[in-house]
């Protein structure tokens, strides 16, 4: 729901922020150029060349799926084999760690035993160099690092919390790779989890990284969030992975199919690269730096062969201040590596729709193909690339290169919105806005002076007339002022936000144990809340008081045959006061009784509603009488 939700708002807003977010490729950078040899370029054999492979969001459940783990093994025994990776990244999410409901969540050892006997099993950490860092999933309802319910410290191949620096080392140079550890500790339950923080602390220890990797030929920086969904102090997360050619992260998983592609670049040129999650969609990625020009391809399980074009690469993905790019130019083959579980038959090669030759195997799995890059040193060009096995299966793939630096292709706007808007800070705002609207229009009918109704009776004298009745009846501009402001200040409810850790939640943030995290998704909530309650609720509430006035009692005015459009909007509400006793019943499975209990925002609300209900019908004010009085007289008139 929280995605959707996230969904639609975004849509809403791309129109307005079409200028700011359309990153290209082949970008200048923004910062001090770094100066590339364009030797040694890339040739004929298989040399200054490696490969790694990314895999995300497993969400290895109890419950749900049994399918995920067991091809999660068959990848582990059948897939790494045949790539044969110098490294694997696992970006987080290794187990789903949710209840049997989906509502509620908790970390069951039983899911991470399931995982680690994966790996045992599978014997894949000797394949590989296997490195699997924690998500959100796998920090729910963890006290602290050093408890036992830390199942991550036990079961995974890595084990150790925090963000660190893994250096790859091959004869023709180093290879930097940095894991950003966002997740909280406490490690909050679900559902407001779902962005990262990182602290001063924590930011400094990776600008330190980030140091130490300078001498690297390329750094690659992981982790389980995207930017957007990290919280981080000025500057700002982005700003210290610049040195970075790529982020890696996954937890967006598709955005539930709606963005099978997620993908854009920094303003500094490091791009940020989302992967779609092994859960439903089985998706991993193959990576390659080839002579240091880097290249990956998102895959699916089980789809053979597997092709990768590192030379030329796509031009949208190039980064003139991370790759020596001239290196394609001087560059004497078209280099390509092609897997399969059966033999390779044919790797056939065309550019610009001519067909160029088929490559040959040198060794492992790269085939080279002899050209001459001088012919397409101007403009884009497209290369294609048709791999087929023994098997009789084939595969394609295709893209556009350019040599020249001062073209540009685009990223695709949504996903760039997605990645590169800070959301915590736009729904922080919008909230505050609408909090606002509503208090500011309360306050303004309280004490502004209430106009002579004229005839004819249009439709906004008599919005109008409503809201003075609203805002000028004591009980009704209590009530609602009490709502709104409490929705930007009170704290929504008061539990378990970690077991046996009683903690607040506020709009603005949680408080627990001492700690305070920062609003995100907080703010998201509060929003809907408005949108679909508050705002709605003081809408219907007016239009009661009319009818009121009107001489309507709540079972005549239904009877009216002109009236039949009433109907519509008693159902209307009711909808939305179902969705607020469902969220009690939601709050009830994610953080227990005792915050299902003290919830102002939640059963306490619902119980203020039925009371407003009550009162729009019943009650008997001088206020009230006076404005009955007034639409009698204007009747008569
Ligand atoms: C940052 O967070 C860590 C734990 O998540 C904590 O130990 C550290 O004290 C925090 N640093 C600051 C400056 O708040
Ligand atoms: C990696 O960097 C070193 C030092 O700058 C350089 O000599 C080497 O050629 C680079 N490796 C590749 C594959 O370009
Ligand atoms: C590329 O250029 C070479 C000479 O440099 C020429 O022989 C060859 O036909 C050209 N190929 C294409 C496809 O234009
Ligand atoms: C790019 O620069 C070259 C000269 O270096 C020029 O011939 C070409 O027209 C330019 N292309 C564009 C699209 O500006």
């Given at each position: 729901m929280l995605r959707l939700a996230t969904g639609l708002l975004a849509a809403a807003l791309v129109a307005l922020l079409l200028d700011q977010y359309s990153p290209s490729g082949s970008l200048q950078p923004a910062g001090p150029a770094r100066s590339f040899a364009p030797q040694p370029a890339p040739g004929g054999?298989?040399?200054?060349l490696f490969w790694i492979v990314q895999v995300s969001d497993?969400?290895?459940s109890k419950f749900l799926g049994p399918e995920r783990a067991f091809d999660f093994e068959k990848f582990c025994l059948e897939t790494i084999p045949v790539i044969q990776p110098a490294l694997t990244l696992?970006?987080?999410?290794?187990?789903?760690?949710?209840?049997k409901d989906k509502l509620g969540s908790d970390q069951f050892e039983a899911e991470w035993q399931t995982y680690q006997s994966i790996l045992k099993r599978s014997k894949v950490m000797e394949k590989t160099k296997w490195i699997d860092i924690k998500g959100n999933h796998d920090t729910f309802n963890i006290p602290s690092l050093q408890s036992v319910r830390n199942y991550y410290r036990k079961y995974s191949a890595w084990q150790k919390d925090g963000s660190f620096h893994y250096i790859h080392t091959t004869p023709f140079g180093r290879y930097s790779f940095i894991c950003v550890?966002?997740?909280?500790?406490p490690g909050l339950k679900?559902?407001?989890?779902f962005f990262g923080i990182l602290n001063k602390s924590k930011m400094q220890e990776l600008s330190s990284l980030a140091t130490e990797s300078r001498d690297s030929n390329h750094t690659v920086w992981f982790g389980h969030y995207p930017t957007s969904a990290i919280i981080s102090p000025s500057p700002g997360i982005r700003v210290a992975m610049r040195s970075a050619t790529a982020y890696l992260c996954g937890h967006f998983h598709t955005l539930g199919g709606l963005m099978p592609v997620l993908h854009t670049r920094h303003h500094h040129g490091t791009l940020e690269l989302e992967l779609g999650d092994w859960m439903d969609n089985r998706k991993y990625r193959l990576l390659a730096f080839d002579h240091d020009l880097f290249s990956f391809t998102d895959l699916t399980f089980d789809e053979w062969p597997v092709a990768l074009i590192t030379n030329p690469k796509p031009f949208l993905y190039s980064s003139t201040a991370h790759e020596p790019l001239q290196r394609i130019l001087h560059s004497t083959h078209i280099r390509i590596l092609a897997f399969s579980p059966s033999p390779i038959t044919l790797v056939k090669v065309t550019v610009d729709g001519v067909h160029l030759g088929d490559a040959v195997h040198v060794s492992g799995p790269l085939y080279v193909l002899k050209w001459s890059p001088q012919n397409y040193s101007r403009g884009f060009h497209q290369i294609e690339v048709i791999v087929q096995d023994t098997s009789g299966k084939s595969t394609t793939q295709h893209h556009t290169f350019a040599m020249e630096e001062n073209l540009s292709l685009k990223f695709d706007l949504f996903a760039s919105w997605l990645l590169l808007t800070d959301h915590y800070i736009w729904v922080r705002a919008v909230f505050v806005l609408l909090v606002m609207l509503q208090t500011a229009l309360l306050i303004l009918f309280r004490y502004r002076g209430k106009p002579k109704f004229k005839k004819p009776l249009g439709t906004s004298m008599r919005i109008s007339f409503s809201l003075h009745l609203l805002s000028k009846t004591d009980l009704f501009y209590y009530s609602f002022l009490l709502l709104s402001l409490y929705t930007l200040l009170g704290p929504w409810f008061i539990g378990e936000i970690v077991d046996g850790q009683i903690g607040l939640c506020f709009s603005f943030g949680i408080v627990v144990d001492g700690h305070f995290f920062a609003g995100s998704s907080t703010f998201l909530v509060g929003i809907m809340q408005v949108v679909f309650f508050n705002l709605p609720l003081m809408a219907y509430t007016c239009w009661c008081l009319f009818l009121r006035c009107q001489g309507h009692s709540l079972g005549s005015h239904l009877r009216h045959t002109e009236l039949c459009w009433a109907f519509p909007i008693h159902l209307f509400m009711a909808v939305l006061f179902l969705w607020q006793v469902f969220s009690c019943y939601f709050l009830l499975k994610t953080y227990g009784t005792l915050a299902f209990f003290l919830s102002p925002l939640r059963l306490w609300t619902v119980a203020l509603t039925l009371f407003l209900f009550y009162c729009t019908w019943k009650l008997q004010s001088s206020t009230m009488k006076s404005f009955i009085l007034e639409m009698k007289n204007y009747a008569s008139s």
């Open positions: 054999e298989a040399d200054r497993v969400h290895i696992v970006t987080g999410d290794l187990t789903d760690s949710k209840t550890d966002a997740t909280l500790s679900r559902p407001y989890n």
